[in-house]
């Protein structure tokens, strides 16, 4: 796995150490005003922004959860990157199925989408990308802090009614995520049918409407178990699991 250093592509172990990172945190918002961090300028618009994601990145996953609750499939467009991470990092290739080609800009490899931002940048190659195709620019790499953008910037054009972030509850889901971050997420490799009330737990959120849709369990797999050999050093991916995730949850007991 490579990263950019000063617009170069450069291979992790000749990376110098303690190098500064470019930030990318900036915010869409309604008027366009600056949001908690980064630079003002992105006002939300119809047919504006465009989404680069992994199917098989839980970070980039939950945008495209957020994209499809709120309904945004015709606000904004998507880019879907093959599962197969090498040494050039994410790339496109319409031949994988499921994937696409950049649908911007013609890329070969997502490295290239952020040096067309910003040519000299000092960065890891990440998804999701928030992309502004009017400035020919990126706002944003956190989920995050997309997820919440998806969820209310764009309310008055069109998306769906609800508020997946209320202000009252902004504390408790921050405080939840910090946890399972530090915690579940770390244990992302284990077998879920270990860890039967999380098993139920995922049941009931890939049940929501919509949710199923958003999820490409071949894309998880390649990418986890196809990309490298330090998780898998055979290579070989067998088929399954059956993980019967349309079964009742019983989290309503």
């Not at 617009?7 to 190098?19: F, H, L, N, V, Y």
């Not at 900036?26 to 618009?45: I, K, L, R």
């Not at 408790?172 to 039967?196: A, C, F, H, Q």
Request: proline share 6%; aromatic share 10%.
């Amino acid at each position: 796995m490579g990263l950019l250093v000063e617009g170069r592509w450069t291979d992790d172990k000749d990376a110098p150490k303690g190098i500064k990172m470019t930030p990318f945190n900036n915010w869409v918002t309604v008027d366009g005003q600056p949001g908690p961090t980064g630079e003002g300028g992105f006002v939300a618009e119809k047919d504006r922004y465009h989404l680069y994601v992994s199917y098989g990145c839980p970070y980039a996953h939950r945008t495209l959860i957020l994209l499809k609750l709120k309904g945004l499939e015709d606000l904004l467009s998507v880019s879907v990157v093959s599962p197969m991470m090498l040494e050039n990092g994410w790339t496109f290739d319409e031949t994988y199925p499921d994937a696409t080609v950049d649908h911007l800009y013609g890329f070969q490899f997502l490295y290239q989408v952020y040096l067309k931002s910003d040519p000299k940048c000092t960065t890891r190659v990440s998804v999701p990308v928030l992309w502004d195709k009017k400035q020919h620019k990126l706002v944003s790499t956190e989920s995050a802090d997309i997820i919440r953008m998806l969820n209310s910037a764009f309310d008055g054009l069109g998306a769906n009614t609800g508020d997946f972030y209320p202000k009252e509850l902004h504390t408790k889901i921050d405080e939840v995520n910090e946890w399972v971050n530090d915690t579940v997420v770390t244990g992302s490799k284990k077998r879920i049918l270990d860890y039967p009330n999380l098993h139920g737990y995922l049941r009931d959120i890939y049940q929501h409407p919509g949710i199923a849709e958003t999820t490409n369990f071949n894309h998880i797999k390649a990418l986890y178990f196809r990309c490298g050999k330090t998780l898998n050093p055979s290579g070989i991916v067998p088929i399954g699991p059956d993980m019967r995730l349309d079964v009742p949850h019983g989290r309503n007991k």
